[in-house]
């Protein structure tokens, strides 16, 4: 990659094949060890503790159930005594409770209660709500379920999945016999948490295949519902859960199992190559996007899945709202793109309630989180918003704008991140305004990193008084200044005073900055404790950086090289060069890139110069991109890989694996600014801007045009988004037209393809106006591929475009972009209803 990017730099051709995607291998391990058949004492008529054993209900691999009352509060319960290979394993015991105690403290309607772990002797058990009802496999005996109370059950079961999957507990093995409909028809997930800890061997005489689920490459679940993840012995995470969900769907709308087979290895077989029949019919009686759904939900590979659990559950609701003989429409669009958190969340407990209180009032609904880069604004944001979310029933939507410039950047980011299409005729302001009006349910929007958007502020108040259900949180290090507006100030964590620099370990543990502290520190080193030796140094840090979390980060993963004494010595000398430093600034931000200074200070010359260069990327890169980009002379005096590995262990940079296997590599915007200080102070961020230009212009070109056959490369695309926006803003305001209009050409596709094209219009605009923009044949490409792009808001410039574009060709005597011009305005005169003209230009 490195070489052809040298080589656009050098020569400022296009290079060619630079991507390779070697096939992805998998296999999955089966076990077929025996396990010896569990032996069950009959305990009808007997006492458990407190419970009186009526009859036995059934049995299976893990454990029997029997009817049981329990004589100290009058009610019936089920009692499930655990099998051997768990009762006698402690760490697997120790797993199971911890698991079960989780499911239990869910308290969801439609996930069955755990009231009780108990033991007696030798043999452990689960004390359970008492269903009187039927399991699905027995109601869908004698057929499918009429459609009403298929989604009536489905909407329930896939709301209980939401709530425990946004807890991070997966089923693993959703089937038939572990949903039940009670009586009373709420529908009820049984054994939610144990299927997660089986680990047992592979059984083939047994219809549930188990195993461990820290070992990938075993076999878990129940065949026929089991995800191809799951055949395949590969990773398996929430979005498993929606497959098996979908294959139960499957059955009791269409009455026969969604992956059929006379054997195991047929059954293995369908679910890794068949696709199930998901289509509307008349005698099925369900609307069209029911089988969206269920399509989705069966879909091969988990990244066509749902991103969230709660997306599924809300569609479905949609569709159970639907009367089944009104025309079919589309399901809104996806109702939540909250990223997933990856750490624990620490401290704030006063600050979540005052945010709770306040967003809570009937009169507010703007609220900006005010603070300095890194004091945690975005994470107590999400966090709030994970806590109140179903109090959102249009759902909630993350736009992130540290890459957004300018007021209709701004309302595009927004439409982008709700899903919204653009309207013909409609700007895409103009879109958002109309959905704003038309919301029916509360909508929470939260716009981060706003504070270089200052000045479209007043877009953000105007939607607010369209529709009273809108409510925006707002991240920013300055205020927006509009009606209506409320501040939250986020503060820093709590830290010990310096008269509680001697209180005990205990003591110290609860202030949240050292608790902090404490976890960052174990993630790099895994046996690091506080003790009585290093509790004054560890509490005089945390106070030293002002309870910045994102200073105290940093600071936590020097542990693994430096005690918290020496930690302690130079920070402190750190710190005391701030006292030099700009005084304009907010003191908290004087002390974060203080912090950020230190942790650069301690980089050897060529991993600098490495993190210096890593700023020109915006969202994040692979390890490819950073070859190419920051090493394309050779210059760097380290081998790359090498040098990311230091970036990551230092927290320099975050390392973010995605669910297609990928690792892209991310710098946190605060310091990517600090970054971007030092590689203009170096003199090296125009040759450097310059290479990651040159990169996205190869990577477009190569893979550009064949997105629509290769969704991998579109993921990529999406993935890259901000990036391509950066090389094409640096293209133009240095004046580059050659490569720019060949970065906007190639970008075409995948601004159409994602319906970005207000985006799409805009960037070619500015290409066209640039005064090198006279190269004839990329003119007319960019006029055409211009014009295309406009025509959702307006066939009449889309048609000026078209003959400024059909002009050049002829001048070229281009016969095919003649061809193509002159069939692109024979469309839009067809589009315009003017029938003659369309024929004559055809």
Known sequence: MRREVEALLVHEKKAEQFIESPALEVAGKILANQTPRESWKNLIGSRVSHYRVIEKLG?????????AEDTDLGRFVALKFLPDHIAHDSQALSRFQREARAASALNHPNIVTIYELGHLGGTHYIAMEMICGETLRTLTSSGPLPFRKAIAVATQIADALAKAHAT??????????????????????????????????????????????????????????????????GHVDFRSDQFSFGAVLYEIVHGQAAFPGSGRAEIMAAILRDHPQCSPSAKLQAPAPFFWILERCLAKDPKERYASTRDLARDLATVRELRIDEPTRRIAARQSNMPVQRTAFIGRKRELENLRELLNCEDVRLVTLTGPGGIGKTRLAMQIISEIEDGFGGGVCFVPLSAVAGNEALTSAITQAIGLREVPGESSRETLREYVRGLTEP??????????????????????????????????????????EHEFPVPPLGVPAMRSASSSVEILSHFPAVALFLERAKAVKHDFTITKENAAATSAICTRLDGLPL???????????????????????????????ARDLPLRQQTLRGTVNWSYSLLNTAEQSLFRRLSVFIGGCTLEAVEAVCDTKSDLGLDVLDGMASMVDKSLIQQIEHPGGETRFVMLSTIREYALERLTESGEESATRRSHAAYYVVLAEECGENLSTHPEWAERFDLEHENFR???????????????????????????????????????????????????????????????????QGLSDSARKFEASLQTCRELEDHR??????????????????????????
């Open 59 to 67: 049995g299976g691999g893990m454990g029997v159930v029997y009817k």
């Open 168 to 233: 991070g507990l997966v089923h693993r093995d959703l089937k038939p016999e572990n949903l039940m409909v009670a009586e009373d028809g709420t529908a009820k997930i049984l054994d939610f948490g144990l299927a997660k800890l089986r680990e047992r061997p592979l059984d083939w005489d047994s219809p549930t295949i188990v195993g461990s689920i820290t070992d990938p490459g075993t076999v878990m679940g129940t065949l026929g519902y089991m995800s191809p993840e799951q055949a395949n012995g």
């Open 443 to 484: 909508l929470l929007l939260l716009l981060d990193n706003f504070e270089h958007l200052i000045s479209a502020s007043g877009e953000i108040a105007d939607l607010l008084t369209l529709n009273a259900n809108l409510t925006v949180i707002v991240t920013s290090q300055a205020l927006l200044h509009v009606y209506g």
């Open 551 to 581: 200073a105290i980060e940093l600071a936590a993963s020097r542990i693994k090289l430096l005690s918290p004494a020496i930690l302690q010595v130079r920070l402190e000398s750190s710190l005391n060069l701030l006292t030099g430093g």
């Open 726 to 792: 950066g090389a094409l803003e640096f293209l133009i305001r240095s004046g580059d037209a050659d490569w720019g209009m060949r970065l906007g050409c190639a970008l075409f596709h995948f601004w159409e393809m994602r319906e970005h094209f207000a985006e799409g219009r805009t960037f070619m605009e500015r290409l066209l106006q640039l005064p090198g923009a006279v190269q004839p044949r990329m003119r007319a490409r960019l006029l055409l591929y211009a014009g295309v792009l406009a025509a959702p």
């Open 817 to 842: 972009g003649v061809a193509v011009a002159l069939n692109a305005l024979g469309v839009n005169a067809r589009d315009r209803g003017d029938l003659e003209s369309a024929c004559s230009l055809f």
